[in-house]
């Protein structure tokens, strides 16, 4: 037993080094939150074998002795809620990435505080003889609560090399090999925006014009009216302040009978979600206006989102659809009119700067329809058949906030919730 105790003590015995070194470093938050990248200095402190055998599986420790920015004067992080991930550059007789990882556990940090992170470990097996070193490179910080957020940092200038093991044995041919492959799943990623919907009517006319195509055949069958795409420029209010956005929609139309059932698209590209948001949290609604020979506005409504949304992914609104009933006899125009969205317990609104006609019907009056000339709303009703997969969220038209896209603003509820890390921080504070 003392003997096997001795060789035990013996192999435990491998020479260690611990250096430190700083690099400046750009931290940069979720490009929906619309904050500017904040600019400071990572100083970090990387243990490791200083010496080993080709072969052997060693273990690295990278430990933030200061991180590039402070807690900003948001909110308190609780205890146990921030994870580091990050690279470790292997150099020299090898070469590579190491995915390094710390675990979520930190004591309170309150705000305007500096940020207390785990120490994060990954392992590197040696594959050949030489001077292999070990750089500190790109690293991120996840925050869990409230809401999942992600703050991006990485070098901006040439990092010194922290440590060096000098490996002794095998082949000094070698150049890679055995280094993990895997990436902490945490680390935000983005995602190429899917296709648009195809669209089989958009040769159709809309606005004025009011194209329509008959697909019911005679007897009275139900008619298909396609719109026209219409840039509509909104001005929101939201939870973090007043932003402008351009988004192109459109209407369609089917009749049934008398009345006519609404689908409102949302057309163009579809934006990434900055952080994960819960399901069943994003509701979005819209007023569209009636003109013409009636007055009036007709609700329509989007279903919530089915599944949580990851950050980095795309993040796509559903049709919103709902029934118009007529008021008025004769040309009767639709407009996208006020857009509501509902998001973790919060609103934003957003209101045309100016209104543009996406489709023209020939109208009869009917039962309990929209309100003719008198100017007062419609009673048009949600739930006009099951909604479609179509547009996603468009890119914003907005010159004072080029970061925002449209519609985007039900995610930027997430980012205020969840702003606690680095970056999330009004630019009024930062100056």
Known sequence: MLGGAGILLGAAAVPAQAAEVSYKTECVPPAISGMDPVQGTTQVEITAPAEAKVGDEVQITWKFVQAASKNPDIIDLEKDTVQPTGTLKAGGAQTGDIAMEGPRQNPAIPKNSDMKLSDMKGTLKLTAAGEVTLTPDAYNVNVNKPVSADTKCTPTEAVKSAATIKVSGGDSGGTTGGLPTEVPTDLPTGSAPPSSPSDPSESAT??????????????????????????????????????????????????????????????????????????????????????????????????????????????????????????????????????????????????????????????????????????????????????????????????????????????????????????????????
């Open 206 to 431: 809309g606005g004025d014009s009011g194209g329509s195509s008959d697909s019911g055949g005679s007897g009275g069958g139900q008619t298909e009216f396609t719109g026209k795409e219409v840039e509509i420029p909104y001005e929101c209010k939201t939870p973090i302040g007043d932003k402008s956005a351009t988004s192109p929609v459109q209407i369609d139309a089917k009749k049934d009978g008398g009345n006519f059932g609404l689908t409102v698209q949302f057309k163009k590209s579809v934006m990434d979600s900055p952080a994960d948001i819960p399901a069943d949290s994003v509701k979005p609604s819209m007023e569209v206006a009636l003109g013409g020979a009636d007055k009036g506005t007709v609700r329509v409504e989007g279903p919530t989102n089915p599944e949580p949304i990851k950050s980095g992914d795309p993040i796509e609104i559903p049709d919103l659809t709902g029934t118009y009933k007529p008021g008025a006899d004769g040309e009767s125009t639709l407009s996208p009119g006020v857009l509501t969205v509902e998001a973790l317990g919060t609103t934003t609104t957003c209101t045309p700067a100016k209104s543009e006609v996406s489709l023209t019907l020939d109208t009869s009056s009917q039962p309990g329809g929209a309100a003719g000339g008198s100017g007062s709303s419609g009673s048009g009703t949600s739930g006009a058949g099951p909604a479609s997969s179509g547009g996603g969220l468009a890119d914003t038209g907005s010159d004072d906030n080029g970061l925002l896209r449209a519609l985007g603003l039900l995610a930027g509820t997430t980012i205020l919730l969840g702003g606690a890390v680095f970056t999330f921080m009004p630019r009024r504070r930062m100056r």
